[in-house]
């Protein structure tokens, strides 16, 4: 019954990996749709912007980007806490793949339906928030609901740039006991659990915007 | 010093070129660890993909419910898991067979996806027709089913082989000497981590950059009809 021992840390821990978890879905949902309709709707300087940064992010791996963030950064004298550059990180990383999904869903609205609201005499920004978004968001849902459970998955590194997160407890509790398979079958089945509840909250999500209800119904009428 | 190179931290350019030999041994670990994972990845997610299809409810419960855990839990964690709990139970691996398994593991969850969907995409009326033709349960995978999975799964599984190179760096954490690890080390006796670290990003960038392109050109030269292995 040792490892009952452990829960008061390690549930600590999970709240810091929840807390990062949050704040890099909610940073990154912002970066990835900034990317995401940048590439589709900005001019040619803003979506060449918007490409290299999802390029960057996705085309090198999240340990190095915290890495870099975190030691090489400093040396040239910029310098954050450990956790802004955790969540920070994580944000831009997510948010980059997060906007091949906001670009992907946007280009995939029908041609028919830019015609109608040219017809009706919409606006660009307006065609964008009553026609493309909603009916894209629709479409991004599960993708944005696996891309959460890979920020609950990737947020493990940041115990790596010494934050006392869900891995970094169970890592001290294992130096201090030896007791690896108590404390990392623990941790397993912690971020198991918080895996299925973000899943959950993702389907809420989900069909609440199945519904419609995330964008005003003004301009139906 | 390292594996016989001398770093020269004059400029930044001397020292990157002095420290390049380095990280290029570094890549063929990176590469070797992401083809062994991929490797495990590919026989382990067949393996879970068929198993999961399995008449015995039991099976195939189980099997989805092992899934689920490898793909929701971090890889992180299951590397140390398998890091510091086999050798309690006596089985001591070299940390590059431990960091290719926690890879395989991890992916194998994707994977088994990947050949599940290829397999239910075949329409149904085929599996009929192959029992109406009396073809055995070998001969209807062999001659119908994976023929025509094959191409339908090749860019997907492309995209995971790219995904993992790019976690491999995750390896350093349980001393794999690969190229983030090695980078890191350079930083830790020079004091200097700005250009190893931007020179892993940048061979890191370069690399998926090819094999996007790669993948593009092999989505394209694919035949859509099948590929028949007889």
Redesign the interface.
């Known amino acids: 019954m040792e490892w009952l021992s452990y829960l008061p840390a390690l549930s600590r821990g999970a709240l810091i990996t929840a807390g990062i978890t949050l704040s890099a879905i909610a940073i990154g949902a912002v970066a990835a749709f900034a990317a995401g309709i940048a590439r589709v709707e900005g001019g040619r300087a803003l979506s060449l912007v918007a490409l290299c940064y999802t ?2 992010f ?8 915290l ?2 963030f975190y ?3 400093p ?2 004298g910029i310098s954050f806490e450990p956790v802004a550059t955790g969540i920070l990180v994580l944000s831009l990383h997510v948010g980059a793949y997060g906007s091949e999904i906001v670009r992907g869903a946007l280009q995939s609205v029908s041609v028919q339906q830019h015609e109608a609201a040219r017809a009706l005499n919409f606006g660009r920004a307006q065609t964008l928030i009553h026609i493309t978004l909603p009916q894209a968001l629709v479409e991004m849902m599960p993708a944005f609901g696996n891309l959460a ?1 890979e920020t ?6 940041v ?2 740039i010494s934050i006392a997160d869900l ?1 970094f407890r ?2 001290s509790i ?1 130096n201090l006991t030896l007791d ?2 108590g404390v ?2 623990l ?2 089945v912690g ?2 659990a918080m ?2 509840v973000l899943m959950l909250i993702m389907r809420l999500i989900e069909r609440w915007v199945r519904r419609g209800a995330a964008f005003p119904r003004a301009a139906h009428s | 010093m390292m594996y016989g190179f001398e770093w020269d931290t004059t400029t930044p350019l001397t020292y990157a070129s002095s420290i390049l030999p380095i990280i290029l041994i570094g890549l063929t670990v990176t590469l070797q660890a992401a083809a062994a994972g991929f490797a495990i990845a590919l026989v382990l997610g067949l393996v879970f993909a068929l198993l999961r299809r399995s008449r015995y409810a039991a099976v195939s419960w189980t099997t989805a419910v092992i899934v689920e ?1 490898l ?8 590397l ?2 398998l890091y ?2 086999l050798p ?1 139970y006596g089985i001591t691996l070299p940390a590059f067979l431990t960091g290719a398994i926690a890879l395989g593991l991890q992916y194998s969850a994707y994977t088994s996806e990947v050949y599940r969907g290829g397999i239910e995409a075949v329409p149904r009326g085929q599996w009929e027709a192959a029992t109406a033709l009396n073809l055995s349960r070998l001969q209807t995978y062999r001659d119908i089913v994976v023929p025509q999975i094959v191409p339908r799964i090749l860019p997907a599984m492309g995209n995971y082989l790219v995904a993992m190179i ?5 390896l ?2 349980v001393t794999v000497l690969e190229m ?1 690890g090695l980078a ?1 080390m350079i ?1 830790e006796r020079t004091f ?3 250009v190893p ?2 020179l ?2 940048l061979i ?2 370069l690399l ?2 090819i094999c996007s392109a790669g993948l593009h050109r092999l989505q394209k030269a694919l035949p859509k009809a099948g590929i028949p292995l007889r």
């Open positions: 390029e960057l996705r085309g090198t791996s999240l340990l190095v980007q890495f870099w030691y090489a950064l040396l040239v459970i609950l998955k990737l947020s493990s590194l115990s790596l891995t169970a890592q294992r690896s398979a990392y079958s941790t397993l971020y198991f895996s299925l | 855990f793909r929701d839990t971090p890889l992180l964690v299951q140390f898991f510091y709990v309690d790019k976690e491999t760096p995750v350093s954490v983030m890191n930083g200097e981590y700005l670290l931007t892993v990003g890191f960038l998926t950059l």
